[in-house]
């Protein structure tokens, strides 16, 4: 089993930055995938980024690339997502997600583990 935990969201002017954290417990995270998705008010739960967790696969949403980064912190079992020239329209909860294999794939019913997910909000 893996436990989830985020942080890092708040408020931010528009043109801002924001880091956010997701922290596992539990097993090993060896053939694993992590990722980051959002969801706005009123929308659907959307991808954001993906990364394995060996190797160097990554994967970004067209409204995230060259904004937004993941990354990660493997002997504290960490992933990071770096938002920079934040948007309006990047207000939305961001829930971190783990996967069984080690691919990055958009949907979302393609990931095993959530977070509860931390609140971003970007303002004018």
Known sequence: QVQLVESGGGLVQAGGSLRL???ASGRTFDNYAV???RQAPGKERGFVAAAS???LNTNYADAVQGRFTISKDKPKK???LQMNSLKLEDT???FCAARRMNTVVPD???WDYWGQGTQ???SS
């Open 108 to 110: 979302t019913y393609a």
């Open 21 to 23: 954290s997701c922290t």
């Open 78 to 80: 960490t992933v990071f």
């Open 92 to 94: 939305a909860v961001y």
């Open 35 to 37: 990722a980051w998705f």
């Open 120 to 122: 971003v909000t970007v």
């Open 53 to 55: 967790w060996t190797g």
